[in-house]
């Protein structure tokens, strides 16, 4: 007996050791592991309500900010940060509303995350002059639509901060409460600080600007300046010493500058150490988020990203490069996502006017007919191939989007529509444009703009400029770069140079283009969502409130404007079960592939590589992966692998620019190149060189 006593308390003393031993962690150095992954290309601004130019962006800024409630890999809506919550109703006044307490965590500088941080988020959207296209998923609320309209204070809008914590939400009346709770798992409407938001639209671009509610946070940005290269930026202004906008002989406000250009080479996401987790109280910096740091080179090219790859360094291949979709290894270790909830496709500017030969030009893609004719000169099929994780767009809606009401079907696998003007038919196509009556096609050139850094989207603006001019037009694929900062910054009285303009995110907005490529990414699983903006009431742009006596709503940024779509969608808005819209929601896509304000080219589909020896990266259904508890099974391998990579291939890590910047070698001038230098001070690879202690 006394020998089984004496076993148990050593066995007792044994796991009491070990606990003290995990929690060591919180007085110890070591932070945690740095893994160095491949997320995406180069990310200019991580502003939540503006992350649905492509996937790799929201999955990026996915990582920073948490939603309110979130979508599970089951498709199940579930509370990420709200606690608690409840629908009412007061039968005496017939009022319909919600109200929802937020969990206890706090932003990546301390403050917590309050309900004065949800009403601005959601206010911000509504503001009658923002534009914003998710500002539709709130017009449930009591006057949301109304202040977006111009039509009442947003004041009188019906969110209120009740407590710190407690949020309490008047709706317009009896509304469909699973489609608003699939509303709120949208990163557009995730919480946000005024004091951050408030410092200028430059607030998401730099880690010193910049604060986050998610798992990881900003920790650095490396841009790189290329003074071989003018961009000219149609949308910023030029300043006076004392930061007024500079104006012309005539009183006139001088808008559109040229800059140089200028790139992220890459960033860090750092753990968020206040995420459910409290210093004051030492618990361990492990207790929410395992990682401590996720590296991501975006300058590699990819031959350079094999190399790392293979040889252990990096881990996980979340946005492939266009020319690596065909590499065996690629290939061999590739998990794609069966949907997606991106389309990629073509906006045309229905009031751009086109170079006809003539000087006021001619609006071209106001014209039905030419609209119809451009996208039957597509060739999805051939494009779905080349781009390898793609398939052939046969609507608008992507094929991860749920069906309405019902998350157990897709939009897509319920649509029984096809649509003729998605077809290939050059034949046709040279028919409608005969019917047109714009004359001769050889009349005109415009452009078809794309980002410069994704090479996929360049890939199909050269084959779809191809295709269109084979009809007889003068077609360009236009490359629209990133340009050095050049806004004025009031809190320091300059302008600062660390940050990146992305002068085609800029366009977009703006409508400052012809024809412009696109992923359109849906900003919740819901088909009204990726619809509704296309519809004038619910584009979410801005209205011009200069004159206050003549203000109206402003179309989609395409310029479409249907009567027909219109009603639809105001049809469809007065449902109140989300189910009952269904055949509703199949008729407006109906319509918007009949009249083509956008051409659809290839659903996207989801696809990472990702080595063996990263583990726990579970995804959410929007997210690929959440990053937030991974580790790598063998670190010490990792460091030393690691420290053999960039030992070998200093040089190139060190000289990452194109040609032509290496021949005037002006960006180096002031570079130690040292490689003392370079392994400490170096963000992503400085890790490999400093000592680490094994997790306990």
Not at 215 to 239: H, M
Not at 295 to 323: K, W
Request: glycine content about 4%; hydrophobic content about 35%; charged content about 25%.
């Amino acid at each position: 007996m006394m020998k089984r006593i004496f076993a148990l308390l050593i066995c007792l003393a044994t796991v009491l050791c070990a606990f003290a031993g995990c929690s060591s962690n919180t007085d110890d150095d070591y932070k945690g592991q740095a893994i160095t992954a491949y997320l995406t290309t180069n990310v200019y601004d991580l502003d939540p309500a503006r992350a649905y130019t492509n996937d790799a962006l929201a999955d990026v800024v996915g990582l920073m900010f948490d939603t309110l409630f979130k979508l599970d890999s089951n498709k199940k809506v579930v509370k990420s940060l709200v606690k608690e919550y409840e629908f009412t109703e007061d039968k005496t006044t017939g009022e319909h509303g919600m109200w929802f307490r937020l969990k206890d965590t706090k932003w990546s500088d301390g403050q917590y995350v309050s309900a004065n941080d949800v009403v601005f988020a959601w206010k911000r959207l509504l503001e009658v002059e923002s534009s914003f296209e998710a500002a539709s998923l709130l017009f449930d609320i009591k006057n949301a639509r109304a202040a977006k309209e111009g039509d009442a204070s947003i004041d009188d809008v019906g969110i209120y901060a009740e407590e710190e914590l407690m949020v309490t939400v008047k709706f317009e009346g009896p509304i469909d409460k699973d489609q608003f709770l699939l509303n709120l798992t949208s990163l557009a409407l995730a919480p946000l600080r005024e004091d951050i938001v408030s410092k200028g639209d430059d607030w998401a671009k730099k880690p010193a600007t910049i604060v986050c509610s998610g798992p990881f946070r900003l920790g650095r940005v490396n841009v790189k300046t290329d003074t071989s290269e003018e961009i000219f930026d149609p949308n910023s202004y030029q300043y006076t010493e004392k930061g007024d906008i500079a104006l012309d002989e005539n009183g006139n406000e001088i808008k559109g500058v040229a800059a140089y250009s200028q790139i992220i080479t890459d960033f860090v996401l750092e753990r968020n150490a206040y995420y459910y987790r409290d210093p004051s109280k030492d618990e361990s910096l492990f207790k929410s988020v395992k990682p401590y740091r996720i590296c991501v080179d975006c300058s590699l090219t990819s031959e350079q990203l094999m190399t790392a790859y293979e040889a252990g360094i990096i881990s996980y291949i979340g946005n492939i490069p266009l020319d690596l979709r065909d590499n065996e290894t690629i290939k061999n270790n590739v998990k794609v996502a069966d949907t997606s909830l991106s389309t990629n496709m073509i906006y045309l500017n229905q009031n751009a006017m086109v170079n006809n030969g003539t000087e006021a030009g001619y609006a071209l893609f106001a014209n039905e007919k030419v609209r119809q004719a451009l996208s039957l000169a597509v060739d999805r099929a051939t494009l779905a191939k080349d781009i390898v994780y793609a398939e052939a767009a046969t609507g608008i809606v992507p094929t991860g989007v749920f069906a309405s009401g019902d998350s157990k079907k897709t939009f897509r696998g319920n649509c029984t529509n096809t649509y003729e003007y998605l077809k290939l038919d050059t034949d046709l196509a040279v028919q409608l444009l005969e019917e047109a009556d714009i004359g001769k096609t050889s009349w005109y050139s415009f452009s078809i703009s794309y980002p410069a850094y994704d090479d996929v989207q360049k890939h199909i603006a050269e084959t779809v400029a191809e295709a269109w001019s084979d009809l007889g037009f003068d077609v360009e694929a236009k490359a629209v770069g990133t340009v050095m900062n050049n806004d004025w910054y009031k809190p320091t009285e300059s302008i600062p140079e660390d940050i990146c303009d992305d002068t085609y995110a800029e366009c977009l907005r703006s409508g400052q283009f012809e024809a412009i490529v696109l992923d359109y990414c849906a900003a919740s699983a819901d088909p009204y969502g990726v619809l509704a903006p296309f519809a004038k009431a619910f584009s979410g742009q801005g209205m011009d409130m200069s004159d206050t006596e003549n203000y109206q709503l402003t179309p989609h940024v395409t310029g479409y404007d249907s009567e027909e779509y219109n009603k639809k969608m105001e049809d469809i808005y007065d449902i109140q079960n989300a189910k009952d819209c269904a055949t509703a929601l199949y008729e407006a896509e109906k319509i918007l592939m009949t009249d083509m304000p956008a051409i659809p080219t290839v659903f996207n589909k989801r696809a990472v590589v990702q080595s063996d020896d990263l583990k726990s990266t579970s995804a959410t259904y929007y997210l690929t992966t959440n990053f937030q508890k991974a580790e790598l099974k063998n670190y010490e391998e990792y460091l030393e692998a690691g420290k053999k990579f960039v030992t070998d291939n200093f040089e190139e890590l060190t000289f990452r620019t194109s040609n032509a910047a290496k021949d005037t070698m002006d960006v180096y001038k002031d570079i130690d190149t040292s490689f003392e230098n370079f392994k400490t001070a170096n963000t992503i690879y400085m890790h490999f060189f400093a000592e680490k202690k094994e997790e306990k």
